[in-house]
Nanobody, 120 residues
Framework: QVQLVESGGGSVQAGGSLRLSCVAS????????MGWFRQAPGKERDWVAL???????SYADSVKGRFTISKDNAKNTLYLQMDSLKPEDTGVYYC??????????????WGQGTQVTVSS
């Protein structure tokens, strides 16, 4: 079992920055790969950024060049640095983890989500 707790959400104006954090606890084999997903109002949840066990990142086209995913293994913490935020980045951001070395499909574990609101 893996527990994920996100923090760092909030409200910011367009062009601003936020950093999300996600602390993972429990069985470390359950969080070999991790990622961030978001659900915008009225839309389905979709992936934003993923990080494989070897640390290699991948990003959705909509956030490339603006968001950076990273992981501090010593602290069991996943981060998402979000810069140049746009109103369309608004949504609930979820931390996710999976026992696989690379996230494929829907991750197994989820956090409770943290709200990000970007105003124009």
């Amino acid at each position: 079992q893996v527990q994920l707790v996100e923090s760092g959400g909030g409200s910011v104006q367009a062009g601003g920055s936020l950093r999300l954090s996600c602390v993972a606890s429990g069985d470390p084999t359950g969080s070999r790969s991790m990622g961030w997903f978001r659900q915008a109002p009225g839309k389905e949840r979709d992936w934003v950024a993923l990080i494989a066990r070897d640390g290699s990142p991948s990003y959705a086209d909509s956030v490339k060049g603006r968001f950076t995913i990273s992981k501090d293994n010593a602290k069991n913490t996943l981060y998402l640095q979000m810069d140049s935020l746009k109103p369309e980045d608004t949504g609930v951001y979820y931390c996710a983890a999976d026992p696989l070395t690379v996230v494929v499909g829907t991750p197994y574990y989820w956090g409770q989500g943290t709200q990000v609101t970007v105003s124009s």
